[in-house]
């Protein structure tokens, strides 16, 4: 049994006040919730406050990035062992915000993920094609590339840390959702990646979870499908009320 795993990216979003204001609605509103995981990612700057509010709840913190080494001279970078000491179970990697307006490559993130495997911390590992993948039919093309470079030489033990993210980069802040058939599709051939990868218990194992314009109105039809196992959401996560609901799908 897969526990679902619904997480908030607030992106470039919320001062620190406006972070606590959020967390302190969303930890009212969702505190009877045991039976899913609950994650939120801030920006850097609210993360040790938003971490000290959390305390005693059953919401996790994501950073929404790091950098692949611990410490060095990387002026202006994150590392996964500060992040963990900020009080973080989760960092979000490969977003394809980054890989679009930042360049950042497959076996950049794949560093990430070892990085953060290596200091025990979870990685939410988005992946997806564009529109234009998708109408040329290389979707599945794509996802390989992607599921096979981010996770080379990833152990196969860190895998129960690792939620793969399927987040179509068309449906991302363009309020155009996946198709309840087309996110299923994708999953079950990222599950068949991941066991061809790492074996049929680990493939079982891992959470799948769908991103792309996520809301209310659709969030039960999508987890309603065998293989999406939780959402990540952007938009609808600024708002206690939508993503408070969210985390509650039918
Ligand atoms: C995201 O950025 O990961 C995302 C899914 O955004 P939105 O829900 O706004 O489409």
Same mark, same amino acid.
């Given at each position: 049994?897969?526990?679902?795993?619904?997480?908030?990216?607030?992106?470039?979003?919320?001062?620190?006040?406006?972070?606590?204001?959020?967390?302190? &609605?969303?930890?009212?509103? /969702?505190?009877?919730?045991?039976?899913?995981? !609950? *994650? $939120? @990612?801030?920006?850097?700057?609210?993360?040790?406050?938003?971490?000290?509010?959390?305390?005693?709840?059953?919401?996790?913190?994501?950073?929404?990035?790091?950098?692949?080494?611990?410490?060095?001279?990387?002026?202006?970078?994150?590392?996964?062992?500060?992040?963990?000491?900020?009080?973080?179970?989760?960092?979000?990697?490969?977003?394809?915000?980054?890989?679009?307006?930042?360049?950042?490559?497959?076996?950049?993130?794949?560093?990430?993920?070892?990085?953060?495997?290596?200091?025990?911390?979870?990685?939410?590992?988005?992946?997806?094609?564009?529109?234009?993948?998708?109408?040329?039919?290389?979707?599945?093309?794509?996802?390989?590339?992607?599921?096979? &470079?981010?996770?080379?030489? /990833?152990?196969?033990?860190?895998?129960?840390? !690792? *939620? $793969? @993210?399927?987040?179509?980069?068309?449906?991302?802040?363009?309020?155009?959702?996946?198709?309840?058939?087309?996110?299923?599709?994708?999953?079950?051939?990222?599950?068949?990646?991941?066991?061809?990868?790492?074996?049929?218990?680990?493939?079982?194992?891992?959470?799948?979870?769908?991103?792309?314009?996520?809301?209310?109105?659709?969030?039960?039809?999508?987890?309603?499908?065998?293989?999406?196992?939780?959402?990540?959401?952007?938009?609808?996560?600024?708002?206690?009320?939508?993503?408070?609901?969210?985390?509650?799908?039918?």
């Amino acid at each position: 049994m897969r526990k679902p795993f619904i997480a908030g990216n607030w992106k470039l979003h919320n001062t620190v006040r406006e972070s606590l204001e959020l967390i302190e &609605a969303l930890k009212t509103s /969702v505190k009877d919730v045991t039976d899913r995981e !609950i *994650v $939120v @990612a801030p920006v850097f700057t609210a993360l040790a406050s938003v971490s000290r509010a959390l305390q005693g709840s059953n919401i996790s913190l994501a950073a929404q990035n790091c950098y692949p080494a611990q410490t060095g001279a990387f002026t202006g970078e994150v590392s996964p062992s500060l992040l963990k000491d900020a009080g973080c179970d989760y960092v979000i990697v490969g977003h394809s915000e980054r890989r679009q307006l930042l360049g950042e490559t497959d076996p950049f993130i794949n560093a990430k993920i070892r990085a953060l495997a290596g200091e025990g911390l979870g990685a939410i590992f988005c992946i997806g094609e564009t529109l234009d993948e998708r109408e040329t039919d290389q979707t599945l093309d794509v996802l390989h590339t992607q599921v096979t &470079a981010g996770l080379k030489e /990833v152990p196969a033990e860190a895998m129960a840390r !690792i *939620v $793969v @993210a399927y987040e179509p980069i068309w449906a991302i802040g363009t309020g155009r959702t996946a198709s309840e058939d087309q996110a299923e599709d994708a999953h079950a051939f990222i599950r068949g990646l991941l066991q061809g990868l790492f074996g049929l218990s680990v493939a079982q194992e891992v959470r799948i979870i769908y991103g792309g314009s996520v809301k209310p109105d659709n969030v039960d039809g999508l987890m309603a499908q065998e293989d999406i196992d939780g959402c990540l959401v952007g938009g609808a996560s600024l708002k206690a009320a939508d993503f408070s609901r969210i985390v509650q799908f039918a």
